[in-house]
């Protein structure tokens, strides 16, 4: 007698390998871990998942989406783009300073696959590319006289943050992330050949 479908599996096996791999890194995870924590049968999972490969482009694809929802959440609450650039440091300086965070999914997960030709290396790139973009278009819309550089200048700071707070949450430097980014964006915004004490 065939299995009757089992529409919430997909999202109960990747909630549990993100999980997994956020806790003890991609690599160390193997499948039957996933299947056993699930409590489901192998089939099921690569059913939903051909390849360990895949399910790792969909945990890659979750940290997207997180960032999704950490802009969406800003923008509900802040309508300035500026205010709004700092909005997404102070939530992310926030998250990354909480006990337990080990880490930007991305960066890990890129680490982990270095061969630029691997699927989840290039669904990594992709990722930080989008986050890129997006803090392109939010300081292209604050005004900023080069958008461009101030976009990277706020990706340094919340990838330092990042790297930080996982190493010594709220002790160490990721504290003055906040702080920095705001002085970089009111630098970034001051019209060109107006002195720093104006």
Known sequence: ??????????????????????????????????????????????????????????????????????LRAVAERIEAPADQLLGIVSRIAENATAPGFRGCTIYNTHAEFPEPDHPVNRAATRNLEFIRDSLFDLAKRAGAADPRTLADRLLLI?????????????????????????ETIRTALRPIGTPSGS
């Open 158 to 182: 919340i990838d330092g943050v990042k790297a930080n707070g996982a190493a010594m949450g709220r002790s160490g430097a990721a504290s003055v992330a906040v702080a920095f980014a705001e």
């Open 1 to 70: 007698m065939p299995r009757k479908p089992d529409p919430g599996a997909r999202e109960r096996i990747l909630e549990t390998a993100c999980r997994l791999f956020d806790a003890h890194g991609v690599h160390a995870v193997g499948m039957q871990q996933i299947i056993d924590e699930v409590g489901c049968g192998k089939n099921l999972l690569y059913r939903e998942f051909q390849t360990k490969d895949d399910l790792v482009a969909a945990y890659v694809e979750r940290g997207k989406q997180a960032w999704l929802l950490d």
